[in-house]
């Protein structure tokens, strides 16, 4: 049995299950689109986390898990005659042909930005009632993870800088617009210079192809470690840290960060 054989068998096995598991289980069978939504969103977050860990064999565990969920969704979609694994899977088969033209079709491409660009504009013309290219953001995603992506489709239909050292300009100029807002301690401006400037940093970000979430989630679990560090220090000296000065806890600091 070839390759692509063994993994046919492999998708065809989750499918006998999923039959099984829903005819047969109470908890399975009681499942819905939106009770599964939350816990759809719970594996996407665990798998993110094992990829920022580098614990690749945590990224299969969770890669299963999310293929189970698009299985279930389809399970269920099939039930009610909306949709089922076959038109899921025909519906991002069809979406890739036509939004890869320089493959499927004719279109001549240089490098993977014009492969963007043809995409967002391929997106536009299919319709679906979007009337701009911000429109496939969702609201829902956290702040800097929607800055990075509406910035990433502006920039895929040409509306972006030219050079990195432009938008570094732009983090100056912003930056100084801040300090003026402290200046005047106006806490609404504050906000909104403040805002720019994040904005700003996203965008910079992303010229020196660095994905803003994932470097702060990096920096979250790496003040995390520090810090209980620091914590598990002053408890072997018999302390808490309110008995600790500020001058002692940056010294257990400075030691963490040579561990």
């Known amino acids: 049995m070839n390759n692509r054989a063994k993994q046919l068998k492999a998708f065809d096995r989750l499918l006998t299950i999923m039959d099984e598991l829903r005819a047969q289980c109470p908890w399975d ?18 798998l993110a986390d094992a ?54 079709a004719n279109t001549t491409v240089t ?10 504009q391929i997106k536009l013309k299919e319709g679906k009632g979007r009337h701009s290219v911000l429109e496939g953001v969702p609201v829902g995603l956290p702040a800097l993870v929607k800055a990075n992506r509406i910035q990433d489709k502006a920039a895929g239909v040409g509306f972006d800088w030219e050079k990195p ?22 806490l609404e401006t504050m906000e909104n210079e403040f805002g720019d400037f994040l904005f700003s940093m996203v ?14 989630e990096r920096t979250n ?21 309110n008995d600790m000065s500020l001058t002692q806890m940056n010294n257990l600091w400075e030691e963490a960060k040579t561990e």
């Open 29 to 46: 069978k009681e499942q819905t689109i939106e009770s599964l939504r939350h816990l759809t969103i719970e594996e996407t977050y665990e």
């Open 51 to 104: 990829i920022l860990n580098n614990d690749l064999q945590e990224v299969k565990n969770e890669l299963g898990d999310l293929l189970l969920h698009i299985v279930f969704y389809s399970k269920i979609g099939s039930e009610t005659n909306d949709f089922d694994i076959e038109t899921v899977i025909n519906t991002i088969c069809e979406k890739l042909i036509t939004r890869h033209p320089h493959i499927y």
């Open 111 to 120: 490098n993977a930005q014009d492969v963007k660009q043809n995409w967002e």
């Open 165 to 186: 050292e432009q938008v570094w300009e732009k983090v100056e100029e912003e930056l100084t617009e801040l300090k003026v807002e402290i200046d005047n301690n106006n």
């Open 203 to 216: 965008n910079y970000a992303r010229f020196l192809n660095i994905n803003p979430e994932n470097a702060l």
């Open 221 to 241: 679990k790496k003040f995390i470690k520090r810090f209980q560090y620091l914590e598990k220090r002053v408890k072997k000296m018999g302390k808490t840290l």
